[in-house]
């Protein structure tokens, strides 16, 4: 029964390989930081001459969460972030710091249809990637149109991933360029941003979620 009423294991495995799920989202359109993938220190130390020279670039572990073995990283500091690497955690992504206000779009599926829930500001720490805290629903920071065109983004990105079932976490920033989207996960959100969306929404999602599953 939950066979065919939840994630396949191949969508799942594709969703928490960031990179491969970034290229395929980027050859479908949907705008993404620019990434590659580095096997080595040396690697990194050359594609971040290469390809982000004179600017600040992310390197991340290819799955993981929580935003853990993160870095921002530059020509300045990149030799004392290397020692700081797993050696058994390559490959690691090198990829395009995003400057915009970030936010995540909060959804869910009800009958394989995408139904959006709303919008969460974020604030993070000074210099970090730590979130401090969120406002749900997104004030007045972001307008209708942007959140329309989030809206958009995260539901061609899902059917572009194949996700038909369960919650949608999916962060975004909102740039000069416009509307950038980060990592998607099928999954609620953490730091009880599932709870502010299920409250401000007024519904119970996981009633609802239990009721697509098993009907």
Known sequence: ????????????????????????????GISQPEAFLCYSASDVEEKLRIHFSGHEAILKPVTDAGSRGVYSVCSDNIDNIIPRLPQKGYPFILEEKVEGKEYS????FVGKKFRMLNITEKFLFAETFFEQGHVNPAGVSLDEQKKRQARA????????IGIEYGMIHAEFWDTDA?????????????????????ETAGINVWQSQLTDTLC
């Open 1 to 28: 029964l939950l066979d065919s009423s939840w994630t396949r294991p191949a969508t799942i495995m594709l969703i928490q390989n960031k990179y491969l799920c970034r290229e395929l989202l980027r050859k479908c």
């Open 105 to 108: 779009l909060e959804a869910l």
């Open 153 to 160: 983004l995260v539901e061609s990105a899902c059917k572009v």
């Open 178 to 198: 416009g509307i950038i989207l980060g990592e998607i996960h099928n999954r609620v959100g953490g730091d009880f941003i599932s709870v502010m969306a299920a």
